[in-house]
């Protein structure tokens, strides 16, 4: 919560597309915890509604997406890290500090962190390679199709709002969960993406941090996936990450 309250500054190129923030307070005065009350969005959860949409129509709404996450990347940061900190002076620093934090939010509910602690090794290894990335820019954390609004009723599915930027961090574009869903299906609608994005670094450099980027989020899901109970989705993580640790090791 404190993070996203942070980052609402930072997002003023999409702020038309975002929920106004009413009242904050992290004092804990008022009602004993943080709070933060925001407007409501215009529009029905595009989960609930895209799929009433010709197929035909769905390039046009991730070329939207596209739009959006580039204008969200175009924002350079003070530092590396999540907007209202720990920050880091470094991207390899960042990356190392957040698989650290990952394996111990696995540790704590009782899941095995080791391999994990393998990826991190993997990118102590790989520092000059992770530091190539000397500028920080935004990165949303979160946003996908779940998090976004439609306009009711439009022609065509129509982007009148995105929201829940509690996990944005500053760091490298092709870190972030967008660019990672985006790639997910090649050959489909979603290559629209790209059209308003633009292209991604495809060096032996940049393939190799993709790589570290990738063991993040099956870590971030796997622990996303014990949360919701999700016993099977919790031990194919397992497999998934081998994956990522071959082309690593």
Do not use: C
């Amino acid at each position: 919560m404190r993070n996203e309250y942070a980052s609402v500054p930072y997002l003023a190129p999409i702020a038309p597309l975002m929920p106004r923030i009413i009242s904050a307070d992290f004092t804990g005065d008022v009602i004993g915890r943080d709070y933060l009350f925001q407007s409501l969005l215009d529009g029905v959860p595009a989960p609930e509604r895209l799929g009433d949409y010709p197929r035909s129509t769905w390039p046009g709404f991730f070329g939207q997406m596209g739009a959006v996450t580039r204008d969200v990347h175009a924002v350079r940061g003070p530092r590396f890290g999540p907007v209202a900190g720990p920050g880091f002076d470094t991207w390899s620093e960042a990356v190392i500090g957040s698989l650290n934090a990952i394996a111990a939010d696995l540790d704590t509910v009782g899941l095995d962190a080791a391999d994990v602690g393998k990826v991190v090794t993997a990118a102590a290894q790989h520092q000059p390679v992770l530091d190539e990335i000397d500028q920080p820019r935004m990165l949303s954390g979160d946003l996908w199709t779940v998090n976004v609004m439609l306009a009711d009723g439009a022609p065509e599915p129509t982007i009148t709002g995105v929201l829940d930027f509690d996990r944005t961090w500053w760091g490298d574009p092709a870190a972030d969960w967008t660019i990672r869903m985006a790639l997910a299906k090649p050959g489909t609608e979603r290559d629209e993406f790209w059209r308003t994005y633009g292209s991604l670094d495809r060096s032996p450099n940049a393939v190799l941090r993709s790589r570290i980027y990738e063991a993040r989020h099956i870590g971030a899901i796997r622990l996303e996936r014990h949360r919701l109970g999700n016993a099977d989705g919790v031990r194919e993580s397992y497999s998934d990450m081998a994956v990522v640790l071959a082309g690593l090791t």
